[in-house]
Nanobody, 122 residues
Framework: QLQASGGGLVQPGESLRLSCVASGFTFDDHAIGWFRQAPGKEREGVSCINWRSARSYYLDSVRGRFTISRDNVNNTVVYLQMNSLKPEDTAIYYC????????????????WGQGTLVTVSS
């Protein structure tokens, strides 16, 4: 099971850091993805990291503003640093995982947690 945390209410232009923590296992040999779902919209992939290589991927609309990273000390935590937040980033953010490498298919991921709400509003 994965647990996402770190969401909150911020103003446009501000930052948040989300954490994804694994319980009972490590992220070795897995890919960890961040996803979001806004009201009335489908869940979409935001970013993904391959644990072994640290290669990362981003949704075009967040590239340059969001950074995904792994905790190299604790192989159970992945972060999503979100800068220059915009109202359109408002959504529930989830993390999930899959074996080995990232995929562009949301359905390829499993161990979804409850998510954390990010609200960007002035």
């Amino acid at each position: 099971q994965l647990q996402a945390s770190g969401g909150g209410l911020v103003q446009p232009g501000e930052s948040l850091r989300l954490s994804c923590v694994a319980s009972g296992f490590t992220f070795d040999d897995h890919a960890i993805g961040w996803f979001r779902q806004a009201p009335g919209k489908e869940r979409e992939g935001v970013s993904c990291i391959n644990w072994r290589s640290a290669r990362s991927y981003y949704l075009d609309s967040v590239r340059g503003r969001f950074t995904i990273s792994r905790d190299n000390v604790n192989n159970t935590v992945v972060y999503l640093q979100m800068n220059s937040l915009k109202p359109e980033d408002t959504a529930i953010y989830y993390c999930a995982m899959r074996e080995a490498r990232c995929s562009d298919r949301v359905s390829a991921f499993y161990s979804w947690g409850q998510g954390t709400l990010v609200t960007v509003s002035s």
